[in-house]
């Protein structure tokens, strides 16, 4: 079974506009972290943002805020005010605590394009 | 401070040749991971190196495909007898600690071409 899920293939915004990228998950863990990460067409993987299991408030960095619903175990990425430097792959990714697994479990992605 | 290196940026080999890549993480950065991004896809992993601990290598599709990492620092991820379907992006990260939410950086990646 999918342990990210990202249902979008690829989202269009108008610039300066806010977009949301969806993304919901799966684990039997009640320690894990979630992460965005965005990955423009020169490949690097840049890091966005954060959100732990047990935290309360949903986490902003910038631009970018994670609506964090743990009981629909959704973890969706909002971007406020888009700018054509935001066109690029985002993946949203997943590490449980338990057990010795460490690695980072990441989605399909989403592709988003900021139109001018 | 430097990020993590990957070399070479590109590779193009033939079918049944043997390839390394090599990955330096930060320094002071104790857990190391490839990961491998096909064309259009999202990241899957393959093996996870922390301090001197043996290496999770669940990730490995594999026995042609194998990894050390040498004084705790740099990593040498090998594939023997290269098959078409290796061609991929083979990205390192690296952490300071393997919590929850620590942070993995990726380094820019080796883009592997098998003919």
């Known amino acids: 079974a999918q342990k990210i899920t990202q249902t979008q293939p690829g989202m269009f915004v108008q610039e300066k506009e806010a977009v949301t990228l969806d993304c919901t998950y799966d684990?039997?863990?009640?320690?894990?972290?979630l992460f965005w990460y965005k990955q423009p067409s020169s490949g690097e993987m840049i890091f966005l943002i954060y959100q732990g299991s047990y935290d309360e408030q949903n986490a902003t960095e910038g631009r970018y805020s994670l609506n964090f619903q743990k009981a629909r175990k959704s973890a969706n990425l909002v971007i406020s005010a888009s700018q054509l430097g935001d066109s690029a792959m985002y993946f949203c990714?997943?590490?449980?605590?338990?057990?010795?697994?460490?690695?980072?479990?990441f989605g399909s992605g989403t592709q988003l394009t900021v139109l001018p | 401070g430097a990020g993590v290196s990957q070399s070479p940026s590109n590779k193009v080999t033939e079918k049944g040749k043997d390839v390394e890549l090599r990955c330096d993480p930060i320094s002071g950065h104790t857990a190391l991971y490839w990961y491998r991004q096909s064309l259009g896809q999202g990241l899957e992993f393959l093996i996870y190196f922390q301090g001197n601990s043996a290496p999770d290598k669940s990730g490995l599709p594999s026995d042609r495909f194998s990894a050390e990492r040498t004084g705790g620092s740099v990593s040498t991820l090998t594939i023997q007898r290269t098959q078409q379907e290796d061609s991929a992006v083979y990205l390192c990260?690296?952490?300071?600690?393997?919590?929850?939410?620590?942070?993995?950086?990726f380094g820019p990646g080796t883009r592997l071409t098998v003919l």
């Open positions: 990714a997943m590490r449980e605590v338990s057990g010795s697994a460490r690695q980072l479990t």
């Open positions: 990260a690296s952490s300071l600690a393997p919590v929850a939410g620590g942070e993995q950086f």
């Open positions: 684990t039997s863990d009640q320690s894990y972290g």
